[in-house]
């Protein structure tokens, strides 16, 4: 690293004393030493000057420059005549500058140079490759600045690993090669294509997908985890019609629903992927009740509102929860003069949430807090967010922002449109409010769901195709980024939530075929990832479900009406994770075994590609090669016979 001569802002002083042409050291009025930088090796220039007061303006009538050698207080030990200056007496209250010289122009101008020189011949070549020698890395910062991060490494046998930051985007901390997940490999000396040599973690099959995991510090792998669908369990014997779901604990979950008329509420436990439920209560056996939603407070608590068509209001009730037993609070009417076309509510705190609906008489779209104390609500005053809006069937076009401050979706005719609101108490004040999606069509319904602290998932239907984009919060506005539609045949009542850090599931039946469906996706780079679709229930013709997440794994749980057996039923899935894939074992093993993995990515140095295949789109196959035969996962693009891009 070049040491540069220093240089700082306002340095000057006055002389306390005279010197002569061969004094070695300064002593400055008081206390202005300090305005001079400690020096070391002459690396500071400074300008003795004497000033010519008898003409107007003053002029220069003497001046010298020295180099600091060191500064003790007001004494400054100096280098005579820098430069090739004569050295010169100079008198009391002459003066003393740290001044910008063309020495330190000079110097700095020859870092430059000399960083030029070496990142062209030495770093970057005439061809634009960086060559890089058998164990040498080419390094970068991670996010926090923290550390340095191999980036690019040869190892030996000339394979060269490209690396990238985990996926999700809030877990962006490295510890190790090992935790990174995106890797290609490129092996320059064989005909295998990135074929590398890991110690099996547990009992594998030759063909089996496989993830790198950290054993202590040593890359081993594992076969990556399926959609594990468990065995059905039923939680009304009934046919029932609205349904919302919540997680109270990492290991309970509650489901509320309409059975005919009356609303209910059960608790049911999970251990692995069976689920036992307790017994139903009664929230509400009124003539006419529906919309009905929940949230968790508490990993004991809860709070779920609804409609009542037949005394024309809209409820809300908290429900606390031991083992299975749901003990009911008394039910308090946030809308005292209509009944609700459609309620929303979410946790705004343990001991706090926000109700959204639109109000039957006027279709205005309401807003109001309340708080719990016990199983007490107090409610505080609603809000209209918009007049005339459009009926909404969703149970959560509500979501969370922070424990002061909300969002609402809705539908106002082919507009979607979502406010934040902020809290003060019970107080609701309106900041903002946006139309983020128009379609030629009237829309069905929309919602939105918290995925991580700054993204957010809005959704809205279209006839039967659901569309996505992703929110991004910022203080009191959101900035909307991007829309897919994800499957054309959905039906209206198609439902979905997180379930851990960006990462969302969606509930639905197929109006064509008739199938209980439920899509995974997450966010990667400001970019939606939807996997396949799987089946939940393939001859019941499920009607409404629901969904919530159960713990921080990604488990969930997806509820519904059973149209054939007419009742409801649930299904608990944990999730597969090959967003972790790493290759494909190609060989079979057992625990402790080194065995080989064709690396995804991984490219033949003698592969060449036919000169059809040049413009094409690369993927990676089955067995880990690439080639241009289209599958889910795109490599890059062939530009000539024997190159292509690289897509991490």
Avoid at 255 to 271: D, F, H, L, M, R
Avoid at 379 to 408: F, M, R, W
């Amino acid at each position: 690293m070049t040491s540069f001569l220093k240089v700082l802002d306002n340095a000057y002083g006055q002389l306390n004393a005279n010197i002569s042409n061969s004094d070695l050291s300064v002593v400055l009025q008081s206390g202005e030493g300090a305005r001079f930088p400690d020096a070391a090796d002459n690396d500071a220039i400074l300008t003795l000057i004497k000033w010519d007061t008898t003409t107007d303006p003053a002029t220069i009538s003497k001046m010298e420059r020295v180099t600091l050698t060191t500064r003790t207080s007001d004494t400054l030990t100096i280098t005579r005549s820098y430069g090739g200056d004569t050295a010169q007496a100079f008198d009391a209250n002459d003066y003393v500058y740290l001044n910008l010289t063309q020495g330190v122009i000079e110097q700095i101008q020859n870092a430059i140079n000399t960083a030029e020189t070496t990142l062209t011949t030495d770093v970057i070549l005439a061809d634009g490759t960086i060559p890089l020698d058998n164990n040498v890395s080419l390094k970068g910062r991670n996010n926090a600045d923290s550390a340095n991060i191999e980036m690019l490494k040869v190892t030996t046998g000339d394979i060269v690993e490209f690396q990238s930051l985990p996926r999700n985007p809030s877990t962006r901390s490295i510890v190790n090669d090992y935790d990174i997940i995106d890797k290609a490999y490129f092996d320059a000396n064989t005909t295998v294509a990135g074929v590398k040599s890991y110690t099996l973690n547990e009992n594998l099959t030759a063909g089996d997908v496989v993830k790198i995991i950290n054993d202590g510090g040593t890359a081993e792998i594992e076969g990556l985890l399926t959609d594990t669908l468990g065995s059905v369990s039923e939680f009304n014997a009934t046919a029932i019609a609205q349904l919302s779901a919540c997680q109270i604990d990492t290991d309970k979950i509650v489901i509320c629903y309409q059975e005919s008329n009356q609303i209910k509420a059960i608790v049911g436990t999970i251990i692995g992927t069976t689920i036992s439920f307790g017994t139903e209560v009664t929230v509400s056996n009124s003539a006419n009740n529906g919309e009905v939603t929940c949230a968790q407070l508490d990993t004991d608590k809860f709070v779920v509102a609804w409609r009542d068509l037949s005394n024309s209001d809209a409820t809300v009730r908290v429900g606390s929860v031991s083992g299975t037993v749901i003990t009911l609070g008394t039910a308090v009417d946030f809308d005292a003069t209509a009944y609700a076309n459609s309620v929303s509510v979410t946790q705004l705190g343990t001991d706090k949430f926000a109700i959204a609906w639109i109000q039957f008489t006027a279709s205005d779209m309401l807003t109001i807090v309340g708080t719990v104390s016990g199983t007490t609500i107090t409610l505080g005053s609603s809000i209209v967010l918009q007049s005339a809006a459009t009926y909404s069937n969703t149970d959560h076009a509500i979501a969370k922002l922070d424990t002061d401050k909300y969002i609402v979706t809705w539908i106002k005719t082919n507009v979607a449109y979502f406010s934040i609101c902020t809290v003060s108490g019970t107080v609701v004040t309106e900041e903002e409010q946006f139309g983020f999606a128009t379609e030629a069509t009237t829309l069905g319904k929309s919602g939105v769901e918290r995925l991580d602290t700054d993204y957010f998932l809005f959704f809205y239907s279209e006839s039967k195709t659901l569309h996505l984009a992703i929110g991004k919060s910022n203080g009191n506005t959101m900035e909307i980024i991007g829309d897919i539609a994800v499957q054309g045949d959905l039906a209206s009542d198609a439902y979905v939530r997180a379930i851990g850090n960006n990462t969302f599931v969606i509930s639905s039946s197929n109006d064509i075929t008739g199938l209980g469906t439920v899509i995974k996706g997450y966010i990667e780079d400001d970019t939606i990832k939807i996997y396949p679709p799987i089946t939940f229930e393939s001859a019941d013709d499920p009607g409404v479900t629901a969904v919530t997440k159960v713990d921080s794994t990604g488990k969930f749980v997806v509820a519904f009406d059973n149209n054939t057996s007419t009742n409801g039923e649930a299904y608990c899935i944990t999730p597969s994770d090959f967003e972790k894939a790493a290759g494909v074992l190609q060989e079979t093993g057992t625990t402790g075994q080194a065995k080989s993995v064709t690396i995804f990515g991984g490219i033949d140095s003698q592969r060449s590609f036919a000169a059809a295949d040049v413009g094409k789109t690369a993927y990676i196959q089955a067995d880990g090669s690439i080639g241009v035969t289209t599958t889910g996962f795109k490599a890059g693009r062939v530009l000539s016979t024997t190159e292509m891009t690289v897509e991490l």
